[in-house]
């Protein structure tokens, strides 16, 4: 590992633990060249996983399109990043432990609201009026009547 600092690739691990309700480890390096510390983070690589689109496209997944769209819903909601990221951890270690190369964004959609729906309400409402189109208020009304029951 090199140095950020000083660019040496001499450097060593002083402390090494895993990051709570992830797969990874987070690593506390000093540099033997200039004596400052930094931390690194080292996450198993998985296979690349293929998300199939609506439009039967194929695009490789991307983390930050989940993140993203859990992040608008819950624009102006009382739910903390920390939630978020959790929420996006669980997410996509389900999808990853179905061990299948391609998955349906229908699919991926359906786990988020899942999670969505126990986290905050309105961000799941928000979150399942973009995902599932509504094109009136009729559509808006029933998944609303959905949640209430």
Do not use: W
Not at 5 to 17: H, I, K, L, M
Not at 108 to 129: Q, T
């Amino acid at each position: 590992m090199r140095c950020p600092f000083c660019n040496q690739d001499n450097t060593r691990v002083v402390d090494s633990r895993p990051v709570e309700e992830s797969n990874a480890i987070r690593r506390r390096r000093m540099c033997d060249g200039c004596g400052r510390r930094f931390t690194t983070y080292e996450k198993v690589e998985t296979i690349p996983l293929i998300v199939i689109k609506k439009d039967q496209n194929r695009e490789q997944y991307d983390r930050s399109k989940i993140t993203g769209g859990v992040l608008r819903a819950c624009h102006k909601r009382p739910v903390p990043v920390q939630k978020v990221n959790e929420l996006v951890d669980q997410v996509e270690m389900e999808i990853f432990n179905r061990e299948e190369k391609e998955i349906p964004s229908t699919v991926i959609g359906e786990l988020v609201m899942n999670r969505l729906k126990d986290l905050d309400p309105v961000a799941y409402v928000r979150f399942a009026s973009v995902y599932r189109e509504f094109k009136d208020v009729n559509t808006f009304m029933d998944e609303l009547k959905k949640f209430l029951q």
